[in-house]
């Protein structure tokens, strides 16, 4: 069965600095690995994802992500925060097999990040 | 494109009482979720449908949950009768393939 841990459950920032969001996972096979943000009483809202091919992908809005195979991690980063990137964000991971988990996603614990000014 | 609708936003029930949310997934998306969100935790899926079939309720409750999916569309998740451990967010999520796409969620306070 996949894991995900999130090893920071909140992170302040002050706004215009850098930041790190880190995500290990755990499986025995190949996943394919999501970033989600969720605001103050919404739901989650996809950020990225990594299905296949370039292990860095990037986000509308700054952020990007690298796939690290060798230390199975999916560390989320941007170079320069804002204020309205206040939320939670959720790490996830699912199956690109067939059978009955394919699709699920497994998140982890969520890290709350909050930018300062 | 319409959002996956999930209604109501918010509910107060008194434990032992039953309680039923609805679930509306986009257009043309075969799979549809329910997850449970307690505060300060990550979603934990409850029940994934393929269309009108169960692919997997191992982590659902059967002994007080129960969902279905009538006609491969809409989504109904019923609690009954609720503890206080079901206060949490009760999100619903559809899919085409690889990464859902989620509602806003109904959160259920147990009292």
């Known amino acids: 069965a996949q894991s995900v841990t999130q090893l920071d459950s909140q992170v302040p920032v002050f706004e215009e600095a850098p930041v790190e969001l880190r995500c290990n996972y755990s499986?025995?096979?190949?996943?394919?690995l999501f970033w989600y943000v969720q605001y103050p009483n919404q739901g989650l809202q996809l950020l990225l994802k990594y299905l296949s091919g370039s292990t860095l992908v990037e986000s509308i809005n700054g952020f990007e992500a690298e796939f690290n195979k060798s230390q199975t991690s999916f560390h989320l980063r941007k170079p320069s925060v804002h204020i309205s990137d206040t939320a939670e964000y959720f790490c996830?991971?699912?199956?690109?097999?067939?059978?009955?988990?394919?699709?699920?996603?497994?998140f982890g614990q969520g890290t709350i990040l909050t930018v300062h000014p | 494109e319409a959002g996956v609708a999930q209604s109501p936003r918010y509910k107060i029930i008194e434990k032992r009482q039953s309680v039923a949310f609805w679930c509306n997934p986009i257009?043309?998306?075969?799979?549809l979720y329910w997850y449970q969100q307690i505060l300060g935790q990550g979603p934990k899926l409850l029940i994934q449908f393929q269309n009108n079939g169960v692919v997997d309720d191992s982590q659902l409750p059967k002994d007080r949950f129960s969902a279905e999916r009538l006609k491969g569309v809409d989504s109904t998740l019923k609690i009954q009768p609720a503890k206080l451990e079901d206060s949490a967010v009760y999100l619903c999520?559809?899919?085409?393939?690889?990464?859902?796409?989620f509602g806003q969620g109904t959160r259920l306070t147990v009292v």
């Open positions: 999520a559809s899919s085409q393939s690889h990464g859902a796409f």
């Open positions: 257009s043309g998306h075969a799979t």
């Open positions: 499986s025995s096979v190949s996943v394919y």
């Open positions: 996830a991971v699912s199956y690109p097999a067939g059978g009955t988990s394919y699709g699920k996603l497994t």
